[in-house]
């Protein structure tokens, strides 16, 4: 003798809720996901043959503080790795150094070979734009930094 309909029922196909389950475990591979591909910019060196200092000191400021300013052999001269003629050098450099409340430091990298007259231009152009902390990488300080890396 069968049984009809047995006692058990059967519930419809589709619930109201989202399953939230599993979210905060997908939220955290996507985190992670994110975090290994990221690739974070570095300022390209320069190929240029750094000046000698008997007595250097390293810059004890924040990276995000410090504008490195590259002058090559043939006086070319890049910021953020981008060139600029020295024409471009104040209005560039004047409101970075007025948005950092001058905190701003320029870090002049320039090759041993530069003639004096590119500096001095250089230098000129910084005090145009207003800028009062300068300093200038020598091999000792590119010694130094390589060291604590």
Not at 9 to 15: E, N, P, T, V
Not at 61 to 68: A, D, M, R, S
Request: charged share 25%.
């Amino acid at each position: 003798m069968a049984i009809k309909g047995g006692g058990f029922s059967r519930k419809s196909g589709a619930s109201d809720e989202i399953p939230s389950s599993s979210l905060a475990d997908i939220a955290f591979l996507l985190l992670i996901f994110f975090m290994v591909t990221t690739v974070f910019r570095t300022d390209s060196e320069q190929d240029i043959q750094w000046p000698e200092a008997e007595a250097t000191e390293k810059i004890d400021e924040k990276k995000k503080n410090i504008l490195n300013i590259w002058v090559t052999q043939n006086g070319s001269i890049y910021m953020n790795d981008q060139p600029y003629t020295m024409a471009d050098v104040a209005p560039v450099v004047g409101p970075l150094y007025a948005q950092s409340d001058r905190r701003l430091v320029i870090s002049v990298r320039g090759d041993r070979e530069v003639p004096y007259r590119i500096m001095n231009q250089l230098q000129e152009e910084l005090v145009n734009a207003g800028v009062v902390r300068v300093v200038f990488a020598t091999e000792l300080e590119q010694r130094m930094t390589r060291a604590r890396r």
